[in-house]
C-alpha cells in the first residue's frame, strides 16, 4: 500500500514543543519533496512548510516565522516539522503531502504548492491547552 503517515500529534500546551514526522509507506520518501500543511478549524488548509530532495526549506506561514523547522531524517525516512513556543493558534490538523513529480523542488508560493501535491497523508490533529 502506497501512503503518508503522520504521527506526533496530540496535546500541546502552550509555549512548549510541536514534534511531527512523516513517513512513506510503499515509497522512498527522499525522492519527494515533501510539505507541511494544517487545517484549523473553519479554514481552508496552508501550506506550513516544504523540503526538497535537496534539504532546501521554505516557510510559508508567516506566524510560524523563526518557530518552525522542517528536516528530514535519513535514517528514519522522515520528513520532519518541529514548533516551538507553540501558540493557541498553531492548533489544527497537521497533515504531510508530496510534491509531484519525484524530485520537483519545493514551489516558492504556496498557491503553486498547492497545485503540484500529489499524494496527501491523512493528518495528525493537534490541540493546544494548558
Known amino acids: 500500500q502506497v501512503r503518508l503517515v503522520e504521527s506526533g500529534g496530540g496535546l500541546v500546551q502552550p509555549g512548549g514543543s510541536l514534534r511531527l514526522a512523516c513517513a512513506a509507506e510503499?515509497?522512498?520518501?527522499?525522492?519527494?519533496?515533501t510539505g507541511w500543511f494544517r487545517q484549523k478549524p473553519g479554514k481552508e488548509r496552508e501550506a506550513v512548510s516544504c523540503?526538497?530532495?535537496?534539504?532546501?526549506?521554505?516557510e510559508y506561514v508567516d506566524s510560524v516565522k523563526g518557530r518552525v523547522t522542517i528536516s528530514r531524517d535519513y535514517a528514519k525516512k522522515t520528513v520532519n516539522l518541529n514548533i516551538e513556543n507553540v501558540k493557541p493558534e498553531d492548533a489544527a490538523i497537521y497533515y504531510c503531502a508530496t510534491v509531484m513529480p519525484r524530485g520537483r523542488p519545493c514551489p516558492s508560493q504556496e498557491s503553486a504548492l498547492l497545485q503540484v501535491i500529489g499524494r496527501w497523508g491523512q493528518g495528525t490533529q493537534v490541540t493546544v491547552s494548558s
Open positions: 523540503m526538497s530532495t535537496t534539504d532546501f526549506s521554505t
Open positions: 510503499g515509497f522512498n520518501l527522499d525522492d519527494y519533496a
